[in-house]
């Protein structure tokens, strides 16, 4: 009952935003984005993929979206903090280490231990005098002649500096000291200072060394009025840019982006532009609510999530297009929450029938990741490819899956389910070896330990009910879903509801039914066959397909089905 009641407050205030009616978040729903600005990690080393050490990241203009850049620094209010340093006279720079790199006019990037004509040194002579704000520094600078073409300013640690030229060797820097009419010192940065140079040049345009703890930040400038655009590395994105550097030889390239701006960039990577609208909105106040909730995921490297699968996909503005984007602004400020606070916004691909609870798969139950039946997926199973799946192992074939994974095992000779969940996904399984040794997993690890698509699957043929649901030592599976139905017992009437399931027992009291059963295999191979893919837990997003394009569901409809009493929210704008 009070679902309905939410979910109709959620329809008046959607159709109040769309007609531009300004609206004050509910009362008992309220939730407050604590930001408007999220941090994307665009190119970083995350100890895996440990190649990824670069010396330079450029960025470029996209014609009639800005031109030229504003140096600066964000706060940690995520404000940028501007250094009066402009850059007006190029579209092109390049972000680069404070080594003698080289440049590489085929890859547009600048390279340490190659060759080349175009070359930057590290070594500068710079004047012993720091000033305070950058017009002192920049009429220091234009009071050096000629000399002034080839000297530029640094920023360090609150203090302005004028430094002079570029050479690949400290003796070569000191030797322009004759011609300098202030005293100073050759200087070559450290391991905490970014360089920005002129794409395609030596020529430097400034410096930064934040010692640490601030980092160089780019805001590219505005020219039509309109929100910039900037490619990096070929993509196009909205926002700014920060470049982290702390005391190694690499950096990792941050884009501060509007979280509007970033789930425009998110929706065409995590769902095809092509799916029904609705299913899109959905998807669209999954992410927002993710990135929201995953804030400062990776802050030891300076931003909130990354722009892969580990987060979520993230591309700029490449792939979006009209509807992915109205599927973003017609979604605008809203967020699922449960109890007032964001939910973790979990989706998958499909769930082969049923979706599961969290602690039935990982650890925590959360109140609104609970398993539901899914009806909607069957009405597009031809659409989705390898929607139900089989492998068969021998079980020599089995015992090398499971020394793969570390476990000393012989051959398996049985292979079992010990569990399945109360909406029929498996939950514990066992193998005996040949020894008599027995191997036994749970949860997601019954998906992962065999690599499998998904936790909802059969061994020999074993079915258990609809439900998954095995009742006392028999073959008798009941088969109903279990909604809106009821018991007698002797103390009246129960419902059967919850996804729990009950029976009356011979004297007449309606009682709790354990998910438990024992389905097994001691056959030369064993043949899983299985619907689904992936984790099971949250929004199935064929389900969404399904219930947008089949049903004529709402977004609304969608979120409220796959999240468990959740209710959307709108922050307030910010
Ligand atoms: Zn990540």
Redesign the pocket.
């Known amino acids: 009952m009070k679902r309905t009641l939410k979910r109709v407050i959620v329809y008046l205030l959607v159709t109040a935003s769309l007609l531009g009616i300004t609206t004050t978040a509910y009362a008992d729903e309220n939730y407050t984005a604590p930001t408007d600005t999220v941090r994307v990690?665009l190119y970083y080393n995350?100890g895996v993929t440990t190649s990824r050490t670069f010396a330079s990241a450029n960025l470029q203009n996209v014609d009639g979206y800005g031109y030229g850049y504003e140096m600066g620094y964000y706060d940690s209010n995520r404000n940028f903090i501007s250094l009066g340093v402009t850059v007006t006279d190029t579209n092109a720079i390049t972000m680069v280490v404070d080594r003698n790199l080289y440049y590489n006019s085929g890859s547009r990037s600048y390279m340490e231990g190659t060759s080349g004509s175009v070359v930057v040194g590290c070594f500068h002579y710079q004047i012993n005098e720091s000033f305070s704000d950058y017009q002192s520094a920049a009429s220091c600078l234009a009071s050096l002649g000629t000399l002034s073409s080839e000297s530029f300013i640094k920023y360090e640690n609150g203090k302005y500096y004028v430094c002079v030229g570029n050479y690949t060797s400290s003796s070569a820097a000191a030797a322009v000291a004759p011609n300098v009419p202030y005293s100073g010192s050759v200087n070559s940065g450290t391991s905490y200072t970014m360089t920005v140079v002129e794409t395609g040049t030596n020529r430097i345009l400034f410096e930064f060394d934040g010692g640490g703890k601030s980092f160089l930040a780019v805001r590219p400038i505005s020219t039509q009025g309109t929100k910039t655009l900037t490619y990096y590395k070929n993509v196009r994105y909205y926002g700014n840019f920060s470049y982290v550097r702390k005391g190694t030889d690499t950096f990792y390239v941050v884009n501060y982006v509007n979280i509007e701006d970033y789930v425009k960039g998110v929706l065409p990577y995590e769902m095809l532009a092509s799916w029904p609208i609705e299913a899109l909105k959905a998807l669209a106040v999954c992410a927002r609510t993710y990135a929201m909730f995953?804030l400062n995921?990776?802050s030891s490297m300076g931003f909130d999530?990354?722009n892969?699968t580990?987060?979520q996909v993230y591309g700029g503005t490449n792939s979006a297009n009209d509807v992915t984007d109205r599927a973003v602004n017609e979604t605008s400020g809203m967020y699922l929450t449960y109890d007032g606070k964001l939910c973790e916004t979990f989706y998958y691909s499909s769930n082969g029938g049923a979706s599961e609870s969290s602690e039935n798969v990982w650890n925590e139950a959360l109140p609104y990741l609970r398993g539901v039946i899914d009806p909607y997926e069957e009405a597009v199973i031809d659409k989705i490819s390898n929607y139900n799946w089989s492998v068969t192992y021998t079980g020599s074939e089995l015992a090398s899956k499971l020394q793969s994974k570390g476990y000393s095992c012989g051959t398996i000779t049985k292979f079992e389910i010990l569990e399945f969940t109360p909406t029929g996904n498996v939950k514990r399984i066992r193998f005996t070896d040949s020894n008599g040794k027995t191997f036994t997993f749970s949860k997601e690890n019954c998906r992962l330990i065999l690599g499998l698509r998904s936790q909802r699957y059969t061994i020999n043929g074993y079915e258990g009910s609809a439900n998954g649901i095995y009742v006392n030592d028999s073959d008798n599976f009941l088969s109903s879903l279990f909604e809106n139905l009821f018991a007698v017992g002797s103390g009246g009437t129960s419902s059967l509801s919850g996804g729990d399931t009950y029976a009356i027992t011979s004297t007449g009291d309606v009682e709790k039914i354990e998910t438990s059963g024992t389905a097994s295999s001691t056959g030369e191979s064993f043949v899983i066959n299985g619907s689904g893919w992936g984790h099971n837990v949250g929004m199935s997003q064929w389900g969404a397909y399904s219930m947008a394009k089949i049903y004529g569901k709402t977004y609304l409809d969608i979120l409220t089905f796959y999240y468990t009493d959740a209710v959307v929210a709108f922050s307030q704008q910010l």
Do not use: M
Request: glycine share 10%; aromatic share 10%; charged share 30%.
């Open positions: 990690g995350d995953y995921k990776h999530i990354c892969t580990d987060c």
